[in-house]
């Protein structure tokens, strides 16, 4: 879109699940069930923008955390996460560029909301990260990342691998830990145990099996094809 006017941040809040998850069954992060439901959500916004006579399209490919900030949708913290005040730092966030303005302008920096909210001498997600990749001064060290390596293809180090336990997708331990996100986590529930099935360990990692293919595509159904 090369006349681009105004952009939209768009945020979706999600409860995560508890950390309970049964024997055998890998854990996974209800951002990514919630993702693509979210995104089709904005996609059908899109649509009924076009059918206004305003050209829009869905756009993740942007620096969102850095613009949801300047939007005024929430602030950074330590572990280089955007937190809302409701909804902690289980947020979704997306992009919807536009050829027309269609309101006002918004940019946080006029405001005084992010001298109110400082992490201030509180260092808990840096204590309690088991591969230390959070920075002292804010931001994350990729390398020590447990989700940076989860679908990257590539060998985890022996320390990151340990640190992964049973997680498959996601790690949220930062968030978990973090004061900010206390209101979030109360009364947490699992998947269902019909979504779970397709989780198996047992299945996931028989590869012999003929049915192999269609748990692959079961998972995907749930989480993407991360």
Not at 87 to 95: Q, R
Not at 110 to 137: F, H, Y
């Amino acid at each position: 879109m090369p006349n681009i006017r105004q952009l939209l941040i768009l945020g979706r809040f999600h409860k995560p699940f508890s950390e309970c998850f049964p024997h055998l069954i890998p854990a996974y992060s209800s951002h990514y069930r919630e993702y693509p439901i979210g995104l089709r959500q904005a996609a059908s916004f899109v649509n009924w923008l076009n059918d206004m006579g305003i050209k829009a399209s869905v756009s993740t490919r942007l620096p969102l955390k850095i613009l949801a900030e300047k939007a005024g949708l929430g602030i950074f913290r330590r572990n280089s996460l955007i937190y809302s005040r409701s909804a902690g730092s289980f947020m979704i966030l997306y992009g919807i560029l536009l050829d027309t303005e269609i309101g006002p302008g918004y940019n946080a920096e006029n405001t005084d909301t992010q001298q109110q909210q400082t992490c201030g001498e509180c260092r808990v997600c840096i204590d309690k990260c088991p591969t230390g990749a959070i920075l002292s001064s804010g931001g994350i060290d990729l390398s020590k990342c447990i989700r940076n390596y989860m679908g990257s293809g590539c060998i985890a180090p022996v320390e990151i691998r340990d640190a992964y336990g049973v997680r498959l997708l996601g790690c949220e331990i930062c968030q978990r830990v973090c004061p900010y996100n206390d209101h979030v986590l109360q009364d947490l529930s699992l998947p269902s145990d019909e979504e779970l099935k397709p989780f198996s360990l047992v299945q996931l990692l028989d590869f012999t099996n003929p049915s192999h293919k269609k748990t692959r595509k079961d998972i995907a159904q749930v989480i993407g094809n991360n």
